[in-house]
């Protein structure tokens, strides 16, 4: 049993919450730069590789996912595990490329409101996936050695 709650019977809060996230990462970052000059450039230059690097994780996770993608973290009944492609990398690309990207999006426009945005998202997105892989765990046999052998986020990282 978690001590993580489910937020509905297939984690519909889990994606409110996220979307509410998501949000507060693209608002806090028009709110002007708070840095100039060749800093700025560097951290745009960073941020769009890490914008660009976190689309396609995210992208192909979507992709690799095929007919299990749901917003929801509860999978669908009567799918497979998908472990191949992106996803024998890392276990939640999806949510790893959003990180990325909202990361990058923060040094793209300069703003500290956004990076701190950002990181409460990673921290999110570490909670929304330890709920989803208990329900993973429950409905797949193979779901423990899958965790043991990939990342959990962003591949190459913790």
């Not at 996230?21 to 693209?26: D, R």
């Not at 993608?69 to 492609?85: A, K, M, N, Q, W």
């Given at each position: 049993m978690s001590r993580l709650p489910a937020l509905g019977p297939r984690g519909e809060g889990w994606v409110v919450l996220q979307g509410v996230l998501l949000l507060a990462v693209a608002a806090a970052g028009v709110q002007g730069p708070a840095w100039t000059g060749l800093a700025r450039t560097v951290t745009s230059v960073i941020g769009i590789g890490c914008i660009a690097f976190g689309l396609v994780l995210a992208v192909r996770g979507v992709?690799?996912?095929?007919?299990?993608?749901?917003?929801?973290?509860?999978?669908?009944?009567?799918?497979?595990l998908v472990v191949t492609g992106v996803y024998g990398l890392v276990r939640h690309p999806i949510y790893g490329g959003l990180?990325?990207?909202?990361?990058?999006?923060?040094?793209?426009?300069?703003?500290?409101?956004?990076?701190?945005?950002?990181?409460?998202?990673?921290?999110?997105?570490?909670?929304?996936?330890?709920?989803?892989?208990?329900?993973?765990?429950?409905?797949?046999?193979g779901y423990a050695a899958y965790k043991a052998r990939t990342r959990r986020l962003i591949p190459w990282i913790g």
């Amino acid at each position: 049993m978690s001590r993580l709650p489910a937020l509905g019977p297939r984690g519909e809060g889990w994606v409110v919450l996220q979307g509410v996230l998501l949000l507060a990462v693209a608002a806090a970052g028009v709110q002007g730069p708070a840095w100039t000059g060749l800093a700025r450039t560097v951290t745009s230059v960073i941020g769009i590789g890490c914008i660009a690097f976190g689309l396609v994780l995210a992208v192909r996770g979507v992709r690799d996912l095929g007919s299990a993608l749901t917003p929801l973290p509860h999978p669908l009944p009567g799918t497979d595990l998908v472990v191949t492609g992106v996803y024998g990398l890392v276990r939640h690309p999806i949510y790893g490329g959003l990180v990325c990207a909202a990361i990058g999006w923060g040094l793209l426009t300069a703003s500290p409101a956004a990076l701190l945005a950002a990181i409460v998202l990673w921290g999110f997105f570490e909670l929304k996936s330890r709920r989803e892989e208990i329900w993973l765990g429950s409905q797949f046999a193979g779901y423990a050695a899958y965790k043991a052998r990939t990342r959990r986020l962003i591949p190459w990282i913790g």
